[in-house]
């Protein structure tokens, strides 16, 4: 996420005095309600829906994903470069290659 982006949707949050319901347990049952929203633009077809909606739901979950790298300070680079190191190692090419398996049926 670019620089100004964070800084907007720190600032959005702090103007409105919000932070302070920006605990991890909020946050996590922000980013799944969001979730739920965005998954609702799917609910009966996989084809034909609204990509504005879609949009709109998918910046609602990761400003609310934004918030919680923050109330818990963390890097965003680092934290999925260490899951993508481990998805690598679960997951290697030669067995996972073309397959929706989970790593213990692989």
Not at 32 to 54: G, P, R, T
Not at 90 to 95: I, T
Request: hydrophobic fraction near 35%.
């Amino acid at each position: 996420m670019r620089q100004d982006t964070i800084e907007r949707i720190r600032r959005f949050s702090k103007e409105r005095d919000w932070e302070q319901f920006h605990t991890p347990a909020n946050l996590a049952k922000s980013i799944s309600i969001e979730a739920n929203e965005l998954l609702e633009c799917f609910q009966w077809s996989d084809k034909n829906y609204d990509l504005e909606h879609v949009k709109e739901e998918l910046a609602d979950v990761l400003v609310y994903c934004r918030n919680m790298l923050d109330a818990l300070g963390l890097d965003e680079d680092e934290i999925i470069h260490r899951k993508m190191n481990l998805n690598e190692q679960k997951y290697p090419v030669e067995k996972a290659r073309g397959r929706a398996e989970k790593y213990t049926e692989l």
